[in-house]
């Protein structure tokens, strides 16, 4: 049985911190067939996690649910909500300051912008290189000894806080290994780590991802922002069906997540 959760996440701790290179006299398959594949396994389980965002100065208590293609972060304490929906033909971000207020979409070059004080912009949570018109193979490469498929997204016209983004795809997984993002000069800016997963149910989650700001030039980061997740459960079909996961005014889906959030803490 394969499991599905997270799959953006979990799939990075297959990489190492090395730089690879690509090898372009072995090519890939079509873009097409690697894209198809690539997006038939990315689902979430219905699953919430507690853990925390923590920056260099702040750390900020959350709660993450998963459904399908949509995530919803859930940030404690702070009047902050944040609505990811991850589909093969566009992404929706959003966010509201209260439970009862309508989502407002984040678009354009707002995508670009950090949330909080943290190095994650939106537009590190929507993979939209995978979906960028223009895509450049670079053969096969290898990372911690999984094979897997180079590729190097260009945004075009859309708005990007980089001029490219590289990544990887598992020969065997179809599944994202690794994304470095670069500035018009070539430079990593931006790179994304698991540092550990765990398993919860009969799923793999992330247990700890590091997001590091690169200073153009350098190989050491500037700052980094960790995401870690405590623990989770999976939702019940019960509570499932009753979150509503559709963007817009939703008081409801606030009240359920509670329930179960109840639930959750009467594990420990």
Same mark, same amino acid.
């Given at each position: 049985m394969v499991l599905r959760i997270f799959p953006f996440f979990f799939v990075f701790f297959l990489s190492c911190f090395l730089w690879s290179k690509p090898n372009p006299d072995k090519p890939s398959p079509p873009l097409e067939f690697i894209q198809g594949r690539f997006w038939r396994?990315?689902?979430?389980?219905?699953?919430?996690?507690? +853990? $925390? *965002?923590?920056?260099?100065?702040?750390?900020?208590?959350?709660?993450?649910?998963l459904h399908d293609r949509t995530m919803e972060y859930h940030f404690v304490g702070l009047p902050l909500q944040i609505h990811v929906e991850i589909n093969p033909d566009n992404t929706y971000v959003a966010y509201k300051n209260h439970p009862s207020d309508p989502w407002q979409p984040i678009t354009g070059i707002n995508r670009t912008k950090h949330i909080l004080n943290t190095d994650i912009s939106y537009e590190d949570l929507c993979l939209d290189f995978i979906r960028w018109d223009?895509?450049?193979?670079? +053969?096969?490469?290898? *990372? !911690?000894?999984?094979?897997?498929?180079?590729?190097?997204?260009?945004?075009?016209?859309?708005?990007?806080?980089?001029?490219? &983004?590289?990544y990887w795809i598992a020969e065997d997984y179809y599944a994202l290994l690794r994304a470095e +993002?670069?500035?018009?000069?070539?430079?990593? &800016?931006?790179?994304?780590? *698991?540092?550990?997963?765990?398993?919860?149910?009969?799923?793999?989650?992330?247990?700890?991802?590091? *997001?590091?700001?690169?200073?153009?030039?350098?190989?050491? $980061?500037?700052?980094?922002?960790?995401?870690?997740?405590?623990? +989770? !459960?999976?939702?019940?079909?019960?509570?499932?069906?009753?979150?509503?996961?559709s963007p817009g005014e939703n008081p409801k889906m606030q009240a359920d997540t509670g329930v179960a959030l109840e639930s959750l803490d009467n594990k420990k």
């Open positions: 396994n990315f689902r979430l389980k219905d699953y919430i996690l507690k +853990g $925390s *965002i923590q920056a260099a100065k702040d750390t900020y208590p959350i709660t993450l649910i223009k895509i450049k193979p670079l +053969g096969t490469d290898s *990372i !911690k000894t999984l094979s897997c498929w180079a590729f190097e997204a260009y945004p075009g016209l859309v708005p990007s806080a980089y001029a490219k &983004v590289r +993002g670069y500035n018009a000069g070539g430079q990593i &800016v931006k790179r994304l780590d *698991i540092n550990s997963v765990q398993r919860i149910g009969d799923a793999y989650v992330i247990k700890e991802m590091q *997001i590091a700001t690169i200073p153009p030039g350098k190989t050491l $980061s500037s700052s980094k922002t960790y995401i870690q997740i405590e623990e +989770g !459960k999976p939702l019940s079909p019960k509570e499932s069906e009753n979150l509503d996961f």
